[in-house]
């Protein structure tokens, strides 16, 4: 996310805030209001995940600025730290790979989730990264081994997610899922 200076009238100037992010070199726009299940996922998970492993690190959401090199920042869904890791969160940004990344998928954005974002994910070394599908309602868990992404589970809507990594994660995700608002008339 950057600030943009805009001429607003011939003699003053307004900031408006863009949000992007950058793979591979390459610019992509980001949608200004993320769906309402697509917001409920990002809070329940967030939740979940903070009860269980505040302890033991830091989780984050959205929009925060995820700085892997020049080529590469992105604004990931939800983000947890391990303590021991730290010292790449400054005040604006993270600045290196967090442990965990998780993506709750939208029509705009699934393809930069679940292929280029990924690649950027796997590349510079984030040790998990989750695709979730608020549609059908699964989690897909990668696991790197090897500086290559390896799926370690399919989580369904009755599941509860585990990390061999991170002994704090123990998510319940029927709890998740069945509180999201569904929609009939989509306007």
């Not at 607003?8 to 900031?15: A, K």
């Not at 591979?24 to 993320?34: D, K, L, N, S």
């Amino acid at each position: 996310m950057t600030k943009k200076k805009v001429k607003e009238s011939p003699s003053t100037y307004e900031f408006k805030e863009e949000r992007f992010e950058i793979i591979e070199g390459v610019r992509y726009e980001m949608q200004a209001a993320p769906a309402i299940r697509h917001q409920q996922l990002v809070k329940y998970l967030c939740n979940s995940l903070d009860v269980t492993c505040a302890p033991e690190g830091l989780v984050l959401t959205a929009p925060i600025d995820v700085h892997f090199d020049d080529a590469n920042e992105c604004q990931p869904d939800i983000i947890y730290i391990a303590n021991e890791n730290l010292n790449i969160v400054t005040e604006k940004k993270i600045i290196g790979a967090p442990d965990i990344i998780v993506e709750i998928l939208s029509p705009s954005t699934s393809y930069n989730d679940k292929i280029r974002k990924k690649a950027v994910y796997e590349r510079f070394g984030v040790k998990e990264y989750w695709i979730v599908d608020p549609v059908h309602q699964y989690v897909d868990q990668f696991i790197l081994d090897n500086q290559k992404y390896i799926l370690a589970q399919t989580y369904g809507s009755k599941d509860t997610i585990h990390s061999n990594l991170f002994s704090c994660i123990k998510i319940e995700l029927e709890s998740i899922f069945s509180r999201l608002l569904v929609f009939d008339n989509d306007k």
